[in-house]
């Protein structure tokens, strides 16, 4: 056999058995591209960073019967400045995700692990341990933990956050869903002893108000989320995504004895790291933002002055209380006299003070005693983020 013919004789063999190699053992590329798309896309990033701006306290106690959850509350934290606070993407998931269009961005958020089937909520937490909620009789929502909005992968949330510019925050999601806004509120108002308790130990910062995502979509998973191969160091919490909040409280204004039923401040920290670090942020709880809680039989019985008014302030100093105070008391729920520095519910009944017994409250005395005789004011007090 002349060499040329041997030489393409042993190319054709070379080829064929290449080919065949190739077949038996290479996956369809296309499959395999899926796979890895897959497996990149379980190990995004936290996709969201969120900002909130307000927090408030309620001390309102012994409150039994059933009462609207928009009016009354032990806590509530939210982000009501357009483009000032609210949810953002993180840069990492931005930098990881900067090849999708915005709805492959948004369908990611389901195939990651850390941003899929998770709610971003509100708890009291074990400042030793975050995964420790504190927790008044069982768990309930609304009550010991409440999600500020739908899970994070749902499309009426993960749709707009997708699609948000770089530096853009967003506090609203339209839709049709009841959670729009991004608030939470916590409700330890059926006895005093628990509140007073729950002050005690923020005060104390033995704990503190987490804002983390649940383990699951489910409102009473009380899990937290961790950045992975996180470990705690010694004497330290074990590290979780979101923000934490040591709290304080003080006499409301006015007063020299008495509750420390007003909140004196705000200290926000980072959470993802084994001891908690400060966040540069400046939390102003101005006494102008502390507003007694008055019963309507009271102001008819003239034994204190709390004038049913439409919202109308006076100055700039006004404007900043009745702003305040209006994130979290809302013109369906509350008359705000701005001039007595009171607030009066629109519906008859007296629930935030709950069964008086026969004593007597305590409006504008300097000194302050609960008794058999004497009950000490209601107040709710507001803290904003500069």
Same mark, same amino acid.
């Given at each position: 056999m002349p060499s040329s013919l041997k030489l393409r004789h042993g190319l054709m063999v070379v080829t064929v058995a290449s080919l065949l190699i190739f077949q038996n053992c290479a996956q369809p590329p296309e499959e395999n591209f899926t796979a890895t798309a897959q497996s990149f896309q379980s190990k995004l990033p936290l996709a969201v960073s969120a900002t909130l701006d307000t927090i408030a306290h309620m001390s309102c106690s012994e409150i039994k019967d059933a009462v609207e959850p928009r009016a009354y509350f032990t806590f509530r934290a939210g982000a009501y +400045?357009?483009?000032?606070s609210g949810m953002e993407l993180t840069k990492e998931f931005r930098d990881a995700t900067k090849f999708y269009s915005t709805t492959q961005r948004a369908r990611a958020f389901a195939s990651s692990e850390v941003n899929g089937n998770t709610l971003f909520n509100l708890s009291i937490r074990a400042a030793a341990d975050y995964q420790s909620p504190w927790i008044s009789e069982e768990l309930r929502v609304g009550e010991e933990i409440e999600a500020f909005l739908p899970p994070l992968d749902s499309d009426v949330i993960s749709g707009p956050l997708a699609g948000l510019p770089l530096g853009k925050m967003i506090n609203y999601f339209p839709g049709p869903h009841p959670k729009r /806004?991004?608030?939470?509120? /916590? &409700?330890?108002y !059926?006895?005093?002893? +628990? +509140? !007073?308790?729950? &002050?005690n130990n923020l005060s104390s910062r033995t704990s503190l108000l987490v804002a983390g995502y649940s383990g699951s979509s489910d409102e009473l998973d009380t899990t937290l989320r961790s950045p992975p191969d996180a470990a705690a160091s010694p004497g330290g919490a074990h590290p979780i995504y979101g923000r934490g909040y040591f709290l304080s409280f003080r006499l409301p204004q006015g007063y020299t004895s008495g509750e420390t039923r007003a909140l004196a401040s705000v200290e926000e920290v980072d959470l993802q790291t084994s001891f908690p670090t400060q966040i540069n942020a400046t939390w102003d709880c101005n006494s102008d933002y502390q507003f007694v809680i008055v019963r309507p039989e009271d102001v008819w019985a003239g034994r204190v002055i709390c004038n049913p008014t439409v919202d109308r302030y006076n100055d700039t100093n006004q404007q900043q209380m009745l702003s305040a105070i209006r994130r979290v008391l809302r013109v369906e729920d509350w008359f705000v006299d701005l001039n007595n520095r009171c607030v009066m519910p629109k519906r008859t009944g007296d629930y935030c003070y709950g069964e008086l017994n026969n004593r007597t409250i305590q409006y504008g005395s300097a000194t302050c005693v609960n008794n058999t005789s004497f009950m000490c004011p209601h107040f709710v007090s507001v803290c904003i983020r500069r």
């Open positions: +400045v357009p483009n000032m /806004l991004i608030e939470a509120s /916590l &409700r330890f !059926k006895f005093e002893n +628990v +509140v !007073k308790d729950t &002050r």
